[in-house]
Each structure stands twice: as structure tokens, then as C-alpha cells.
T-cell receptor
Framework: AQSVTQLDSQVPVFEEAPVELRCNYS??????LFWYVQYPNQGLQLLLK??????LVKGINGFEAEFNKSQTSFHLRKPSVHISDTAEYFCAVSDPVGSNYKLTFGKGTLLTVNP | DGGITQSPKYLFRKEGQNVTLSCEQN?????MYWYRQDPGQGLRLIYYSQIVNDFQKGDIAEGYSVSREKKESFPLTVTSAQKNPTAFYLC???????????FGPGTRLTVT
């Protein structure tokens, strides 16, 4: 079965600093990868997705992620964060061809942007 | 606007009572899902449905039940058999399994 590891449960940064949220998944021949954001007491919103093609994926709110097959990683980055980016971020993976096709979520990374 | 609605936003029940959480989508999606979210544990899949009149258990189905009589609706019943029902419940839908899911705003259930 697929598994997802978000290496940092909390990431504090200052406003306008760059940030990277790390995500690693268990090895598979092929994967679909997703990043979601959750603001307090709300549902999850899709930030970006990788299905195929270019390994650098751009999403909403200035976020981007890079798919690295050899390192089985899909780290999320933003060059300059805002206070409003404070939220919890979830990485998710699905297997596009195998029997385990459900989305598997990581446990989340809480990003706190301080002034 | 297309989207997923969950009602109510907050729900309070006494222990021993069954409670049903509503989930409706107008995205014309075939697949729908229910997740439970507890602090520090991420999302755990309760049930999912790929098509009307069919559904499968997820990772933590014990104490829960669902129905899928219409494409737009996927209600979740939290039964009295669920030992620790207090949690944040999220409904989601997708065009098909494997692809990105779209989430509703969630229902926070408190059982005392």
C-alpha cells in the first residue's frame, strides 16, 4: 500500500521568507501526487497536482512543487510567504494503475507565518 | 456555483444517539468519500462510493454507515456503536477514484 510521509509536522517562518514543505511517498512504478491546503475549521482546497508531464508543477497562491521520481519526493515551495499562507498543508498520493487507487494522505504540516 | 455542501457546520449529540451528516454535490462527480479528521492524525477514509447504489468500506468503517441512492448525495450515519465519534468530518467527491478530490467545508460533531 502507498504511504506518504510529511517530514515536518510544523514549520514556522517569517513573512516574505521562502518556504519548503517536504513530502516523500513510498515507491511505485507511477503515481499521481497532490498538495492540499486547509485553513482552520474549513475543508481542504487543492493547491496543485502532478499527473504526468513536466516535473515542475505550478499551483494557486504562488505555490509550486517538483516531482522527483528517483527520490520519491514531491516537495512544495513558495519563494515568499504571506501571513495569509498560515494553514495546514497535506500531501496526497494515488496509484494510477494498481489496485490501491484511493488517495493516501500524509499527516499534514502546519505552516505558521509570523510578521 | 458548483461545489459540495455539508450540513450542519456544527452538530451536538448525546452519547448513544445515531446522527446523520449530510453531503450534497452538484459537480456531477461519480465518486464520493467520507473522511474523519482528528488532530495530528491527518485524514482517515471511512467510506467511499464510485457509483450510485454501491459503496465500499474505507480504513475506519466500524460504527459508521452510508447510502448512495442519488448521484448528488452521500449521507453518513454515525451510529452509537462508534466508540469515539467526536471529530471533524469531511465529505469529498471526484470525477473518478485516483483523481483529485474536492472537499466540502466539513461538519464538526461533538458527542457528550
Amino acid at each position: 500500500a502507498q504511504s506518504v510521509t510529511q517530514l515536518d509536522s510544523q514549520v514556522p517562518v517569517f513573512e516574505e521568507a521562502p518556504v519548503e514543505l517536504r513530502c516523500n511517498y513510498s515507491s511505485s512504478v507511477s503515481v499521481y501526487l497532490f498538495w492540499y491546503v486547509q485553513y482552520p475549521n474549513q475543508g481542504l482546497q487543492l493547491l496543485l497536482k502532478y499527473l504526468s508531464g513536466s516535473t515542475l508543477v505550478k499551483g494557486i497562491n504562488g505555490f509550486e512543487a517538483e516531482f522527483n521520481k528517483s527520490q520519491t519526493s514531491f516537495h512544495l515551495r513558495k519563494p515568499s510567504v504571506h501571513i495569509s499562507d498560515t494553514a495546514e498543508y497535506f500531501c496526497a498520493v494515488s496509484d494510477p494503475v494498481g489496485s490501491n487507487y484511493k488517495l493516501t494522505f500524509g499527516k499534514g504540516t502546519l505552516l505558521t507565518v509570523n510578521p | 456555483d458548483g461545489g459540495i455542501t455539508q450540513s450542519p457546520k456544527y452538530l451536538f449529540r448525546k452519547e448513544g444517539q445515531n446522527v446523520t451528516l449530510s453531503c450534497e454535490q452538484n459537480l456531477n462527480h461519480d465518486a464520493m468519500y467520507w473522511y474523519r479528521q482528528d488532530p495530528g492524525q491527518g485524514l482517515r477514509l471511512i467510506y467511499y462510493s464510485q457509483i450510485v447504489n454501491d459503496f465500499q468500506k474505507g480504513d475506519i468503517a466500524e460504527g459508521y454507515s452510508v447510502s448512495r441512492e442519488k448521484k448528488e448525495s452521500f449521507p453518513l450515519t454515525v451510529t452509537s456503536a462508534q466508540k469515539n465519534p467526536t471529530a471533524f468530518y469531511l465529505c469529498a467527491s471526484s470525477t473518478a477514484v485516483r483523481y483529485e478530490q474536492y472537499f466540502g467545508p466539513g461538519t464538526r460533531l461533538t458527542v457528550t
